[in-house]
């Protein structure tokens, strides 16, 4: 159980505050810039967590009678492309930065990639008092610079059959609740399959069913202590709601088989940078800015699964694969009755 709030909690600590000393610096370049950085910065990380999120939903087709139930451990793992690693970021796009090392556009680190060498930055900000100054920064690398490319989830869910071959689900993390992180995630779906329908059901060698499953996290990270900035109450805060729509099919024998199927996910996170942020607008004056900036994303994307299960009386153990703009992994242990 700890090992598994433990995976969760790295996983959001890291996404949301690898770029935060100098996403914050930005902000003395204006809002309106530190906000666009963001935006692009943290996207491949939050796309990513959301593919996560939907892994391990179902390990079969072939859903539970009426009352057979299963408990299950599950640990997630996306995987970040050279493609994810990156973004393009045009300084004609913003309004107070432009790149020492010259030229207005230029690939840069993402959350989930690193720049191999130093990419530096010059603000622009205007002082009442010696007019316009300008200070260098170091845009943030990533999670890559410690050799981390897989994001992770990972999930208590529970599954019972009802009647007619329809069996719901729930998913949850124990709540996560420590001095910097607060986070919280569940979710709920439900499978109905196909072929319980038809008169000779238990003569089929294959089920196929299909399944709609909703996911939410959200989480907060104190960033008190991490910003560099003085102010009060400083945070940022993270909603992110995913659906999974999957037709599914597997083989229905004794212990070992096999499933996959096609699916869709849609998603949304948004991430509000809150509290007050006092940005020194020289050595003498200093802003007071208040809630900063949200940046959001959204996955729309078609995936593939392909996976296989082992039961061995009330024990199971399944492994699947997904294909899709982030490709994921799973493994899952399950104890169950049917």
């Known amino acids: 159980m700890k090992k598994l709030t433990l995976l969760m909690l790295v996983c959001f600590t890291a996404l949301t505050s690898k770029a935060q000393n100098d996403i914050d610096a930005l902000l003395a370049a204006g809002v309106e810039d530190a906000q666009r950085f963001a ?74 990639g690193h720049n191999e060498t130093d990419v530096i930055v010059e603000i622009t900000y205007d002082d009442p008092i010696f007019g316009e100054q300008t200070e260098e920064i170091t845009l943030p690398t990533g999670l890559a610079s410690q050799n981390v490319s897989l994001i992770p989830t990972a999930f208590i869910q529970g599954a019972v059959g009802l009647v007619k071959g329809i069996e719901v689900k729930a998913r949850f993390v124990p709540k996560i609740d420590t001095e910097d992180v607060k986070l919280n995630a569940y979710g709920a779906g439900l499978q109905v399959e196909f072929t319980k329908w038809l008169p000779a059901d238990k003569l089929l060698p294959i089920a196929i069913s299909g399944l709609v499953a909703y996911t939410h996290l959200d989480a907060s990270y104190d960033l008190t202590e991490s910003s560099g900035i003085q102010g009060e109450n400083q945070r940022l805060e993270n909603d992110t709601n995913t659906l999974l729509l999957q037709l599914i099919a597997s083989t229905k024998m004794p212990v070992i088989n096999f499933y996959g199927g096609l699916g869709y996910i849609k998603g949304k996170s948004s991430s509000d940078m809150l509290g007050t942020y006092i940005v020194s607008n020289g050595i003498i004056t200093a802003d007071a800015i208040e809630d900063p900036f949200s940046v959001s994303s959204e996955v729309s994307s078609v995936r593939g699964t392909l996976g296989t299960k082992l039961k061995l009386g009330f024990f199971r153990l399944n492994a699947e694969y997904h294909i899709s703009d982030f490709n994921a992994f799973s493994l899952g242990i399950n104890f169950g009755f049917r």
């Open 39 to 112: 935006n692009d910065y943290l996207m491949p990380g939050t796309n990513g967590l959301m593919h996560s999120m939907n892994s391990n939903w179902f390990n079969t087709a072939d859903a539970k009678p009426l009352g057979g139930f299963e408990i299950s451990i599950i640990a997630n793992a996306s995987q970040a492309t050279d493609e994810n690693k990156t973004f393009l970021m045009n300084t004609a796009e913003y309004n107070n930065v432009r790149f020492v090392q010259g030229g207005q556009s230029q690939m840069v680190a993402s959350v989930l």
